[in-house]
Nanobody
Framework: QVQLVESGGGLVQAGGSLRLSCVAS????????LGWFRQAPGKEREFVAA????????NYLDSVKGRFTISRNNAENTVYLQMNNVKPEDTAAYSC??????????????????WGQGTQVTVSS
């Protein structure tokens, strides 16, 4: 069993930056692909970014490319989402997810086995 806990959310002005963290406990994340998803009120959950087990491959939602960066530190059992130049449309609850596997990254929520509770990001205009 893997437990995931996100932190780093908050209120930020448009154009600002935030760094989300997701720490795992229960098992080492070194054999897990990791992802970040978000859900705004009244909307479906949306893929944001994914990273494979080693950090050598990543994938992003088109609207965040060039602004967000996913990274991981397997020694610290942590995945990060650096959010730069944020926009009001980035406002959502952000959750991290983990899926066992040492090959690919995954972009579909249904492919992930473990989820955190989420952290709220609110971007003011």
């Amino acid at each position: 069993q893997v437990q995931l806990v996100e932190s780093g959310g908050g209120l930020v002005q448009a154009g600002g930056s935030l760094r989300l963290s997701c720490v795992a406990s229960g098992r080492s994340l070194s054999s897990y692909a990791l992802g970040w998803f978000r859900q705004a009120p009244g909307k479906e959950r949306e893929f944001v970014a994914a990273i494979n087990w080693s950090g050598s491959s990543t994938n992003y939602l088109d609207s965040v490319k060039g602004r967000f960066t996913i990274s991981r530190n397997n020694a610290e059992n942590t995945v990060y989402l650096q959010m730069n130049n944020v926009k009001p449309e980035d406002t959502a609850a952000y959750s991290c997810a983990a899926r066992f596997g040492r090959v690919y990254y995954y972009t579909q929520a249904s492919e992930y086995q473990y989820w955190g509770q989420g952290t709220q990001v609110t971007v003011s205009s």
